[in-house]
Protein backbone atom coordinates (compact mmCIF):
# COMPACT_ATOMS: atom_id res chain seq x y z
CA UNK A 1 0.00 0.00 0.00
CA UNK A 2 1.48 3.22 -1.10
CA UNK A 3 2.03 5.33 2.09
CA UNK A 4 0.59 8.54 -0.28
CA UNK A 5 -2.72 7.31 0.36
CA UNK A 6 -2.75 8.14 4.29
CA UNK A 7 -1.75 11.59 3.35
CA UNK A 8 -4.26 11.69 0.91
CA UNK A 9 -6.83 10.72 3.43
CA UNK A 10 -5.78 12.93 6.18
CA UNK A 11 -5.91 16.04 3.45
CA UNK A 12 -9.80 14.52 3.00
CA UNK A 13 -10.79 15.11 6.53
CA UNK A 14 -8.90 18.51 6.52
CA UNK A 15 -11.14 19.34 3.42
CA UNK A 16 -14.43 18.14 5.45
CA UNK A 17 -13.44 19.32 8.44
CA UNK A 18 -13.22 22.92 6.88
CA UNK A 19 -16.87 22.21 5.44
CA UNK A 20 -18.34 21.41 9.06
CA UNK A 21 -19.00 17.87 8.03
CA UNK A 22 -17.35 14.93 8.62
CA UNK A 23 -16.39 11.93 6.68
CA UNK A 24 -15.66 8.22 7.56
CA UNK A 25 -14.77 5.07 5.06
CA UNK A 26 -15.47 1.84 5.50
CA UNK A 27 -14.14 -1.63 3.04
CA UNK A 28 -16.40 -2.29 0.51
CA UNK A 29 -16.67 -5.89 1.63
CA UNK A 30 -20.29 -7.43 1.36
CA UNK A 31 -22.16 -6.64 4.81
CA UNK A 32 -23.26 -10.34 5.21
CA UNK A 33 -23.79 -9.73 9.10
CA UNK A 34 -26.67 -7.04 7.99
CA UNK A 35 -28.83 -9.29 5.65
CA UNK A 36 -30.56 -11.16 8.44
CA UNK A 37 -32.18 -8.24 10.04
CA UNK A 38 -32.32 -6.60 6.60
CA UNK A 39 -34.05 -9.39 5.50
CA UNK A 40 -36.45 -8.98 8.91
CA UNK A 41 -36.69 -5.37 8.55
CA UNK A 42 -39.95 -3.85 6.96
CA UNK A 43 -38.76 -0.58 5.83
CA UNK A 44 -40.94 1.74 3.71
CA UNK A 45 -39.50 3.55 0.37
CA UNK A 46 -36.74 0.69 -0.64
CA UNK A 47 -36.75 -0.92 -3.85
CA UNK A 48 -33.99 -3.26 -3.48
CA UNK A 49 -33.76 -6.63 -2.00
CA UNK A 50 -31.48 -7.43 1.23
CA UNK A 51 -29.20 -9.37 -0.89
CA UNK A 52 -28.86 -6.34 -3.08
CA UNK A 53 -28.66 -3.84 -0.21
CA UNK A 54 -25.56 -5.25 1.55
CA UNK A 55 -23.28 -5.36 -2.01
CA UNK A 56 -21.08 -2.12 -2.59
CA UNK A 57 -20.11 -3.66 -5.79
CA UNK A 58 -23.70 -3.45 -7.40
CA UNK A 59 -23.83 0.11 -8.01
CA UNK A 60 -19.86 -0.28 -8.87
CA UNK A 61 -17.95 -2.92 -10.06
CA UNK A 62 -14.50 -2.80 -8.35
CA UNK A 63 -15.45 -1.09 -5.44
CA UNK A 64 -12.80 -1.45 -2.56
CA UNK A 65 -13.91 1.43 -0.21
CA UNK A 66 -17.28 3.58 0.78
CA UNK A 67 -17.32 6.73 2.32
CA UNK A 68 -19.61 7.93 4.35
CA UNK A 69 -20.49 11.18 4.96
CA UNK A 70 -22.30 13.72 7.57
CA UNK A 71 -23.28 17.31 6.46
CA UNK A 72 -24.84 18.64 9.85
CA UNK A 73 -28.48 20.82 9.45
CA UNK A 74 -26.88 23.99 10.91
CA UNK A 75 -29.73 25.17 11.68
CA UNK A 76 -31.95 25.98 14.84
CA UNK A 77 -35.72 25.72 15.68
CA UNK A 78 -36.82 28.89 17.19
CA UNK A 79 -39.54 28.63 20.00
CA UNK A 80 -42.48 27.33 19.22
CA UNK A 81 -45.56 29.78 18.67
CA UNK A 82 -48.31 29.60 21.14
CA UNK A 83 -50.93 30.20 17.69
CA UNK A 84 -52.51 27.41 16.31
CA UNK A 85 -49.69 25.85 13.13
CA UNK A 86 -48.67 23.44 11.42
CA UNK A 87 -45.48 22.23 11.27
CA UNK A 88 -42.26 21.46 9.04
CA UNK A 89 -39.53 18.98 10.28
CA UNK A 90 -36.37 20.80 10.53
CA UNK A 91 -35.43 18.67 7.20
CA UNK A 92 -38.22 19.82 5.20
CA UNK A 93 -38.32 23.34 5.98
CA UNK A 94 -34.48 23.57 4.43
CA UNK A 95 -32.87 23.70 0.91
CA UNK A 96 -33.84 19.63 -0.27
CA UNK A 97 -30.35 17.99 1.69
CA UNK A 98 -29.99 15.45 -1.39
CA UNK A 99 -28.77 18.53 -3.08
CA UNK A 100 -26.53 19.52 -0.49
CA UNK A 101 -25.12 16.65 0.54
CA UNK A 102 -24.45 15.48 -3.50
CA UNK A 103 -22.85 18.96 -3.97
CA UNK A 104 -20.07 18.13 -0.68
CA UNK A 105 -19.86 14.89 -2.01
CA UNK A 106 -18.80 16.30 -5.47
CA UNK A 107 -16.67 18.20 -4.06
CA UNK A 108 -14.93 16.03 -1.74
CA UNK A 109 -14.64 14.13 -5.62
CA UNK A 110 -12.89 16.84 -7.03
CA UNK A 111 -10.70 17.55 -3.89
CA UNK A 112 -9.53 13.62 -3.99
CA UNK A 113 -9.38 13.68 -7.85
CA UNK A 114 -6.92 16.09 -8.18
CA UNK A 115 -4.86 14.26 -5.88
CA UNK A 116 -5.34 10.65 -7.56
CA UNK A 117 -7.60 9.12 -10.64
CA UNK A 118 -10.19 7.18 -9.52
CA UNK A 119 -14.15 5.74 -10.03
CA UNK A 120 -17.05 6.22 -7.85
CA UNK A 121 -20.42 6.70 -7.08
CA UNK A 122 -22.46 9.05 -5.39
CA UNK A 123 -25.79 8.56 -3.62
CA UNK A 124 -27.87 10.42 -0.96
CA UNK A 125 -30.36 7.91 -0.48
CA UNK A 126 -30.71 6.33 -3.98
CA UNK A 127 -28.09 3.71 -3.47
CA UNK A 128 -28.79 0.34 -2.80
CA UNK A 129 -26.65 0.40 -0.02
CA UNK A 130 -28.39 1.16 3.97
CA UNK A 131 -26.63 4.15 4.59
CA UNK A 132 -26.96 4.13 8.55
CA UNK A 133 -24.68 0.60 8.06
CA UNK A 134 -22.16 2.59 5.93
CA UNK A 135 -22.49 5.50 8.82
CA UNK A 136 -21.93 3.03 11.60
CA UNK A 137 -18.78 1.00 9.85
CA UNK A 138 -17.51 4.45 9.18
CA UNK A 139 -17.33 5.09 12.55
CA UNK A 140 -19.68 8.14 12.20
CA UNK A 141 -22.40 7.19 13.85
CA UNK A 142 -24.17 4.77 16.71
CA UNK A 143 -27.59 3.45 16.37
CA UNK A 144 -29.76 5.29 18.25
CA UNK A 145 -33.28 3.98 19.83
CA UNK A 146 -35.18 6.31 18.31
CA UNK A 147 -34.01 4.33 14.89
CA UNK A 148 -31.87 7.37 13.72
CA UNK A 149 -28.43 7.75 13.24
CA UNK A 150 -26.32 9.15 15.99
CA UNK A 151 -23.12 11.62 15.91
CA UNK A 152 -21.53 12.65 18.82
CA UNK A 153 -20.68 15.60 16.74
CA UNK A 154 -23.93 16.54 15.45
CA UNK A 155 -26.98 13.78 17.49
CA UNK A 156 -28.87 13.06 14.67
CA UNK A 157 -29.00 16.46 13.38
CA UNK A 158 -26.78 15.92 10.39
CA UNK A 159 -27.53 14.43 6.51
CA UNK A 160 -26.32 11.40 5.31
CA UNK A 161 -24.78 10.44 1.58
CA UNK A 162 -22.27 7.67 0.51
CA UNK A 163 -19.46 7.48 -2.09
CA UNK A 164 -18.54 4.51 -3.70
CA UNK A 165 -14.66 4.27 -4.77
CA UNK A 166 -12.39 2.34 -6.37
CA UNK A 167 -9.61 3.38 -4.24
CA UNK A 168 -8.05 1.10 -1.78
CA UNK A 169 -8.10 3.28 1.84
CA UNK A 170 -5.88 0.14 3.47
CA UNK A 171 -5.97 0.34 7.46
CA UNK A 172 -8.12 3.94 7.40
CA UNK A 173 -11.32 1.92 6.43
CA UNK A 174 -10.74 -0.22 9.61
CA UNK A 175 -12.54 2.49 11.45
CA UNK A 176 -15.52 0.75 14.41
CA UNK A 177 -18.24 2.62 15.33
CA UNK A 178 -18.33 5.22 17.94
CA UNK A 179 -19.59 4.69 21.42
CA UNK A 180 -23.33 5.83 22.05
CA UNK A 181 -22.05 6.43 25.46
CA UNK A 182 -24.73 4.55 27.16
CA UNK A 183 -27.48 7.03 27.06
CA UNK A 184 -29.59 5.78 24.15
CA UNK A 185 -30.27 2.54 26.03
CA UNK A 186 -31.58 4.67 29.61
CA UNK A 187 -32.31 7.80 28.39
CA UNK A 188 -35.67 7.15 26.84
CA UNK A 189 -37.16 10.43 25.89
CA UNK A 190 -37.65 9.40 22.58
CA UNK A 191 -39.63 6.72 23.40
CA UNK A 192 -41.42 9.05 25.20
CA UNK A 193 -42.17 11.92 23.29
CA UNK A 194 -43.33 9.88 20.20
CA UNK A 195 -46.79 10.01 19.56
CA UNK A 196 -47.44 6.98 18.04
CA UNK A 197 -45.50 4.69 19.85
CA UNK A 198 -42.98 3.74 17.21
CA UNK A 199 -39.92 3.24 19.24
CA UNK A 200 -39.69 1.10 21.70
CA UNK A 201 -37.64 -2.16 22.25
CA UNK A 202 -37.67 -2.05 18.33
CA UNK A 203 -38.05 0.72 16.24
CA UNK A 204 -41.51 0.57 13.85
CA UNK A 205 -41.02 2.83 10.53
CA UNK A 206 -44.51 2.39 9.99
CA UNK A 207 -45.84 4.07 13.16
CA UNK A 208 -43.84 7.04 12.64
CA UNK A 209 -45.57 10.30 12.05
CA UNK A 210 -42.66 10.90 9.51
CA UNK A 211 -43.81 8.07 7.88
CA UNK A 212 -47.54 9.02 7.73
CA UNK A 213 -46.75 12.53 6.40
CA UNK A 214 -45.08 10.56 3.15
CA UNK A 215 -47.35 7.73 2.64
CA UNK A 216 -48.98 7.54 -0.72
CA UNK A 217 -52.99 7.76 -1.20
CA UNK A 218 -55.55 8.05 1.38
CA UNK A 219 -54.90 7.71 4.92
CA UNK A 220 -57.19 6.19 7.23
CA UNK A 221 -58.71 8.25 9.96
CA UNK A 222 -56.75 6.93 12.57
CA UNK A 223 -53.54 8.12 10.55
CA UNK A 224 -55.27 11.60 9.67
CA UNK A 225 -54.94 12.29 13.17
CA UNK A 226 -52.06 11.03 14.45
CA UNK A 227 -50.39 13.48 11.74
CA UNK A 228 -51.58 16.46 14.23
CA UNK A 229 -49.77 19.27 12.97
CA UNK A 230 -47.02 17.59 10.67
CA UNK A 231 -46.79 18.88 6.92
CA UNK A 232 -44.32 16.94 6.26
CA UNK A 233 -41.69 14.84 8.75
CA UNK A 234 -41.90 14.95 12.35
CA UNK A 235 -39.07 15.92 15.13
CA UNK A 236 -40.86 14.79 18.19
CA UNK A 237 -37.91 12.21 19.10
CA UNK A 238 -35.00 14.56 17.38
CA UNK A 239 -36.49 17.59 19.37
CA UNK A 240 -36.05 15.61 23.01
CA UNK A 241 -32.48 14.12 21.78
CA UNK A 242 -30.13 14.87 24.32
CA UNK A 243 -27.05 15.24 21.85
CA UNK A 244 -29.53 17.69 19.93
CA UNK A 245 -29.58 20.23 22.19
CA UNK A 246 -25.83 20.82 21.66
CA UNK A 247 -26.49 21.63 18.25
CA UNK A 248 -26.00 25.63 17.07
CA UNK A 249 -26.55 27.81 14.27
CA UNK A 250 -28.84 30.22 12.99
CA UNK A 251 -32.85 30.28 14.11
CA UNK A 252 -35.20 29.88 11.26
CA UNK A 253 -37.91 31.97 10.39
CA UNK A 254 -40.89 31.67 12.97
CA UNK A 255 -42.73 31.51 9.38
CA UNK A 256 -41.02 28.85 7.88
CA UNK A 257 -41.52 25.95 9.92
CA UNK A 258 -44.36 26.94 11.84
CA UNK A 259 -46.64 28.41 9.83
CA UNK A 260 -49.81 29.81 10.76
CA UNK A 261 -53.30 28.10 10.55
CA UNK A 262 -54.18 30.81 8.01
CA UNK A 263 -50.82 30.00 6.06
CA UNK A 264 -51.69 26.56 6.02
CA UNK A 265 -55.02 26.82 4.28
CA UNK A 266 -53.42 28.85 1.85
CA UNK A 267 -51.16 26.17 1.22
CA UNK A 268 -54.35 23.55 0.33
CA UNK A 269 -55.16 26.19 -2.54
CA UNK A 270 -51.71 26.23 -3.92
CA UNK A 271 -51.84 25.30 -7.95
CA UNK A 272 -48.87 23.51 -9.59
CA UNK A 273 -47.21 26.89 -10.22
CA UNK A 274 -47.35 28.27 -7.32
CA UNK A 275 -46.48 25.26 -5.55
CA UNK A 276 -43.21 24.92 -7.60
CA UNK A 277 -41.76 28.40 -7.36
CA UNK A 278 -41.96 28.21 -3.24
CA UNK A 279 -41.23 24.75 -3.03
CA UNK A 280 -39.01 23.56 -5.58
CA UNK A 281 -35.91 23.08 -3.38
CA UNK A 282 -37.72 21.10 -0.29
CA UNK A 283 -37.62 17.92 0.38
CA UNK A 284 -41.13 17.23 -0.31
CA UNK A 285 -41.06 18.50 -3.55
CA UNK A 286 -41.00 15.41 -5.58
CA UNK A 287 -44.42 13.94 -3.86
CA UNK A 288 -45.68 16.51 -5.95
CA UNK A 289 -49.05 18.90 -5.38
CA UNK A 290 -51.64 16.35 -4.42
CA UNK A 291 -50.00 14.88 -1.66
CA UNK A 292 -48.72 18.24 -0.37
CA UNK A 293 -52.30 19.19 -0.59
CA UNK A 294 -53.57 16.16 1.06
CA UNK A 295 -51.06 17.29 4.11
CA UNK A 296 -52.41 20.49 4.65
CA UNK A 297 -56.00 19.57 4.46
CA UNK A 298 -55.57 16.81 6.89
CA UNK A 299 -53.16 19.10 9.53
CA UNK A 300 -55.57 21.96 8.91
CA UNK A 301 -58.38 19.73 10.15
CA UNK A 302 -56.54 18.60 12.96
CA UNK A 303 -55.21 22.78 14.28
CA UNK A 304 -59.03 23.59 13.85
CA UNK A 305 -59.95 20.39 16.07
CA UNK A 306 -57.64 21.40 19.07
Not at 32 to 43: G, S, V, W
Not at 128 to 144: D, M, Q, S, T
Not at 159 to 185: K, R, S, Y
Not at 266 to 288: N, P, Q, S
Amino acid sequence: MDNNIYDIWGEALKFSEARRAAIGVCRAEPFLDCLPELAAARTPFVRFSPEERIDPALCLPGCKSVIAAAVPVGRIKPPRPDYPHGEFSLLSALRDYHLTVAEFLEDLAGFLGRRLAFSRKIFVDTGNLPEKEVLYRAGLAARGRSGLALSPEFGSRFNAGVMLTDIDFGDAAANQPPENHGFCASCGLCEKSCPTGAIGERFDPYKCVSYLTQKKGALTEAERAAMGANLYGCDACADVCPLNSRQNGGVIATGEIYPSAEAVEDMTRLDKTAFAERYKERVFFYKGIAHFRRNAEIVLRNIRQV
